[in-house]
């Protein structure tokens, strides 16, 4: 039997103690790397195992997500009555007890899904704050039909550069923090590793790049770093400080950027794929699992 480490069965401890006495919804803060998918699926279990007539939701917004917590469950619970429902996924097993679901596949069907008693959001971070979205159509729509639905969030970041922290501030979703855990409690605690970054040599000029929302223009941005020195100084670099690494990820500043890196990467011997927002999903997924086998050394994206 799975134990669970402290910290996560601290998180689902809070959640009964804040309905307990509460009725708003709730937030968990898990850094990544602290194990959310588990926390969702131990919590899932205990639920069902204490009250079977329950129906528990877990939605998010990409399906690498939802078969990702979906495999969770089931590894931690073999006899789940766990389904999905995700287009992406080609699954549509509306009336699983415990279902996982992508947001853009049921945001329009809350009568098909019917009632469920809990929904649990991952990355609970990415809900746009205007009423009028996805979410909230979804929500309003399910607790039309279960006036007593709990909504329970799961974030690593619980606050937005453009309207603050995520339960504060008019029309907010969430009401409360049931449940916070630092990155550094965790390096402190043993169960994430401190991170270790090289100062490198090769510098970027980036005066003449502009910002917009907090962050840089990216077409401004490729093309001051888009170079040939550039790159090829960068991946010398990658290849020195990353030789005892099995895997190199690399985030670009656009695609034609990515596909530079990659290319460059290539001219010296070294498997690279890219993968980029139009990627076709088929082919998505065969890099992906080709990168975690460890088949190709290094990915551009």
């Avoid at 601290?10 to 194990?35: M, Q």
């Avoid at 809350?110 to 469920?116: M, S």
């Avoid at 590793?193 to 000029?205: G, M």
Wanted: charged residues 25%; aromatic residues 8%.
């Amino acid at each position: 039997m799975l134990t669970l480490r402290p910290y996560q069965q601290e998180a689902i401890d809070a959640i009964y103690a804040y309905f307990e006495d509460h009725k708003g919804n709730p937030l968990l803060v898990l850094p990544t790397a602290a194990g959310k998918a588990l926390v969702l699926s131990a919590f899932s279990e205990g639920v069902l195992k204490t009250w079977p007539d329950q129906r528990i939701l877990v939605v998010t917004h990409s399906r690498e997500l939802i078969a990702q917590n979906h495999a969770e469950m089931v590894g931690l619970w073999p006899e789940a009555p766990a389904g999905i429902y995700s287009a992406g996924l080609g699954r549509r097993e509306a009336d699983a007890r415990i279902l996982f679901a992508g947001i853009q596949s049921v945001h329009r069907r809350t009568v098909e899904i019917g009632h469920c008693d809990l929904v649990l959001i991952d990355e609970a971070h990415l809900i746009p704050v205007a009423s009028a979205t996805m979410y909230r159509r979804f929500i309003d729509g399910l607790t039309a039909i279960n006036p007593k639905l709990k909504v329970i969030g799961l974030t690593a970041t619980p606050y937005r550069l453009e309207s603050g922290m995520l339960h504060e501030g008019e029309g907010a979703l969430f009401t409360d923090i049931a449940y916070e855990i630092s990155v550094r409690e965790l390096i402190d605690q043993g169960y994430l590793c401190p991170l270790v970054s090289k100062q490198p040599k090769t510098k970027l000029n980036l005066a003449g790049v502009g910002s917009r929302g907090g962050e840089f223009i990216a077409s401004e941005l490729q093309a001051a770093v888009d170079q040939e020195a550039i790159t090829r100084a960068a991946v010398s670099e990658i290849i020195t400080y990353g030789e005892d690494r099995k895997s190199w990820l690399a985030f670009c500043s656009g695609v034609d950027h990515a596909r530079h890196v990659a290319e460059e990467f290539r001219s010296r011997g070294i498997s690279c794929e890219t993968i980029f927002g139009d990627t076709p999903k088929d082919e998505r997924d065969r890099i992906i699992a080709t990168f975690k086998r460890q088949e190709i050394r290094a990915l551009a994206s």
